[in-house]
């Protein structure tokens, strides 16, 4: 059974950091590209960054480039997020998500996600 | 990068089918993929790719797309399909991902 759970999660001050994990079970991890979406309290959701299997590409929404760093750590089944200088406008539901390629190029989907980590930025 | 378009509410009749749509110009290069969210759940993908359905997901859900514009339809709409649904494909890069701003759906 492919599991994602998400951590790290909590209440930070503007200006500060947190790094958020995500252990993966149930699937070959390194096989995969994964992601990070967040969800503003009553909003929607918002793909923040994604990796490549060996991490050799990273992407990020322009709202967070230069702050927000994505990694993983393949031999320990992991995703991670630090996040740097955040802003009240971070705070949001942290989800981890499997980038499923699909049966061809054009279809691929976020197949599995986790239960989400709360982030709150404020003072 | 892209932007995905979704109508913000629809309702359904229970019993009824009902059609969500989602308009953005990536959709003409890359499939869209549909996902429902609960209160306080996680998101669960119910459709992907041209119309494909994730194990356990019931097959009164479907999808279609034509251009620009996707579709997800719920054929005899059931009380337990009240949701948030959300389309999202590949950006026009075809690195990143969008969503759509999401459609709640009533079934009254």
């Known amino acids: 059974e492919v599991q994602l759970v998400e951590s790290g999660g909590g209440l930070v001050q503007p200006g500060g950091s947190l790094r958020l994990s995500c252990a993966a079970s149930?699937?070959?991890?390194?096989?995969?590209?994964m992601s990070w979406v967040r969800q503003a309290p009553g909003k929607g959701l918002e793909w923040v960054a994604n990796?490549?299997?060996?991490?050799?590409?990273?992407y990020y929404v322009d709202s967070v480039k230069g702050r927000f760093t994505i990694s993983r750590d393949n031999a320990k089944n992991s995703l991670y997020l630090q996040m740097n200088s955040l802003r009240a406008e971070d705070t949001a539901v942290y989800y981890c998500a499997r980038d499923y390629p699909g049966p061809i190029a054009v279809a691929g989907a976020l197949d599995y996600w986790g239960q989400g980590t709360l982030v709150t930025v404020s003072s | 990068s892209s932007e995905l378009t979704q109508d913000p509410a629809v309702s359904v009749a229970l019993g009824q089918t009902v059609r969500i749509t989602c308009q953005g110009d990536?959709?003409?290069?890359?499939?869209a993929s549909w996902y429902q969210q609960k209160p306080g759940q996680a998101p669960v993908l119910v459709i992907y790719g041209k119309n494909n359905r994730p194990s356990g997901i019931p097959d009164r859900f479907s999808g279609s797309s034509s251009g620009n514009t996707a579709s997800l339809t719920i054929t005899g709409a059931q009380a337990e399909d009240e949701a948030d649904y959300y389309c999202n494909s590949r950006d026009s890069s075809g690195n990143q991902w969008v969503f759509g701003g999401g459609t709640k759906l009533t079934v009254l």
């Open positions: 990796i490549k299997q060996d991490g050799s590409e990273k």
């Open positions: 149930g699937f070959t991890f390194s096989s995969y590209w």
């Open positions: 990536s959709l003409r290069s890359y499939y």
